[in-house]
């Protein structure tokens, strides 16, 4: 099969309104994860809506055990590399760990500097008790995404990860965030692991895009963290919401051990991988290999 590189959407950049389109019209959004170029490129190239620069990156391409300790400095290095990638996807940048719980003055901050590295909006976790963060960042002209149910920065608090929402008051506490987070002048929310129905029954009941990553079908748009469809996941981590798209994982460690093989079996680098120069050239500095051959001492040049 052929991949075309060419975009097969609209080349124009999503925006907050076209994203309110698209859930007027009952169009999914296709949402993923991105922290480096070539990934936002080729998400950009498949037509992706949304990129999420997330804090997953400490588990992703940082291999941390959580999301708990990455920190800001190093998520702007990938929201600027995803940002010069995604030339028409709208790009979130996740808010870190302690990056907006501390102050509202923290919150407006670092969110700026998301938005001085290219991204579209910020996403933040947790609900009421984060809704003065959001007015804050949403006051200072930025836009923001919520996140809740399972919120990976509050694992202590939910005990590892769990799926949230699996009642109806359960659902109906999800719902009254999401409700306070609308208030507050979140754009967006998104539910993360929740039951369809749970997620169907909050959705139903907002005015604004409602995007799900492990909450079914019945939502504005999916998430996805691109390690988990590409198949290049390392870790121990297995949600039931994850279904692979591609074996990366094979395809990288196959590549590495087909190289390694063509060195040590001396087929690479072949003459095509070689610079050729002038044959007189060539004839001159092969003769000259053949004469007086010896390694040069400490100290001596040889010609
Ligand atoms: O960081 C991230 O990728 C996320 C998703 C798991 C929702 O926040």
Do not use: W
């Given at each position: 099969m052929t991949v075309s590189t060419e975009p097969r959407h609209s080349p124009k950049k999503v925006t907050i309104?076209?994203?309110?389109?698209?859930r007027a019209r009952r169009e999914a959004a296709v949402f993923v994860t991105a922290y480096d170029y070539p990934t936002a490129v080729f998400a950009d190239r498949a037509g992706v809506d949304l990129i999420l620069v997330g804090d997953s990156a400490a588990m992703t391409v940082l291999g941390h055990p959580n999301t708990l300790s990455i920190t800001m400095t190093e998520m702007l290095v990938f929201a600027r590399a995803v940002a010069r990638g995604a030339e028409r996807a709208f790009v979130v940048g996740d808010l870190p760990f302690l990056s907006y719980q501390v102050s509202s003055q923290d919150a407006v901050r670092n969110a700026g500097a998301f938005v001085?590295?290219?991204?579209?909006?910020?996403?933040?976790?947790?609900?009421?008790?984060?809704?003065?963060?959001?007015?804050?960042?949403?006051?200072?002209?930025?836009?923001?995404?919520?996140?809740?149910?399972?919120t990976p920065q509050a694992i202590g608090q939910q005990g590892g990860y769990r799926v949230q929402g699996k009642t109806l008051e359960a659902a109906?506490?999800?719902l009254a965030d999401a409700i306070a987070l609308?208030?507050?002048?979140?754009?967006a929310i998104l539910l993360e692991a929740l039951p369809a129905a749970a997620a169907a029954f909050v959705r139903e009941r907002l005015d604004i895009p409602v995007y799900g990553i492990g909450a079914g079908p019945h939502l504005d748009g999916q998430l996805v963290i691109s390690h988990d469809i590409l198949g290049s996941f390392?870790?121990?981590?297995?949600?039931r919401f994850v279904r692979r798209f591609a074996n990366l994982d094979l395809e990288t460690t196959g590549a590495f051990r087909a190289y390694a093989e063509a060195v040590r079996g001396g087929t690479f680098p072949a003459?095509?991988?070689?610079?050729?120069?002038?044959?007189?050239?060539?004839?001159?500095?092969?003769?000259?290999?053949c004469?007086?051959?010896?390694?040069?001492?400490?100290?001596?040049?040889?010609?």
């Open positions: 309104p076209a994203l309110v389109a698209m001085a590295a290219g991204c579209d909006a910020v996403k933040c976790e947790g609900g009421a008790r984060v809704a003065s963060r959001v007015r804050a960042i949403a006051d200072a002209g930025i836009a923001v995404m919520g996140h809740l149910g399972l109906r506490a999800v609308r208030d507050a002048g979140a754009f390392v870790g121990n981590i297995h949600p003459a095509e991988q070689c610079y050729a120069i002038d044959a007189d050239e060539e004839r001159a500095i092969q003769e000259a290999r004469t007086g051959a010896q390694p040069a001492r400490r100290g001596r040049i040889h010609a």
